[in-house]
């Protein structure tokens, strides 16, 4: 054994207790106590696991999550931690709403109507026109009666 291949193993020692006291190392391998081996895979790196390189060719076959793992014999939520990490993710951008339709709802809620018809009129959730819109009433729950016996009796009318 020569110098340089004992230095070299003590150098593969010592950056690998560095790397050892890394949170985020930690997280993807598991470090033993063996001067032989210091470092062995962990199962739930995607990188390490079998079944990731046959997750990719699917995944790029256009597979839904529920096919990959039924073929790969694993966990829907796995393959969606896999897309994850491998940054095979499709995002939705969202764009903002135009400024008319904050102003529609806020015309339909001070003509009368509640928060949640007038969302639902322009196209969104109610959520989205109670976040816009804290300060806008409520309808109480008294209001909220006469309005289903006036949809009620409209629909009895219609019909």
Known sequence: ?????????NAQRMLGAIHATNAT???????????????VPD?????????????IIL????WSARRI????DINPRTVSRWRVISGRVKRVVRGTLPASDHDRVRELVEDGA????AARTVGVDPS??????????????PERGRHAVA?????RIAA
Not at 69 to 72: C, G, K, Q, T
Not at 114 to 117: C, N, Q
Request: glycine share 2%; aromatic share 12%; hydrophobic share 30%.
């Open 25 to 39: 190392y930690e997280r993807n391998v598991r470090v033993q106590d063996s001067d032989e081996n210091p470092c």
């Open 128 to 141: 989205t026109a109670y976040r816009w819109f804290p300060d806008l009433p409520r309808w109480t729950p």
């Open 69 to 72: 793992a039924e073929d790969l």
């Open 59 to 62: 995944d790029n076959a256009g």
């Open 114 to 117: 509640s928060i949640s018809e």
């Open 1 to 9: 054994m020569d110098v340089s291949s004992n230095a070299r193993g």
């Open 43 to 55: 199962p739930r790196n995607p990188v390490d696991n079998p079944k990731f390189d046959r997750f």
């Open 151 to 155: 949809v009620r009796e409209f629909n």
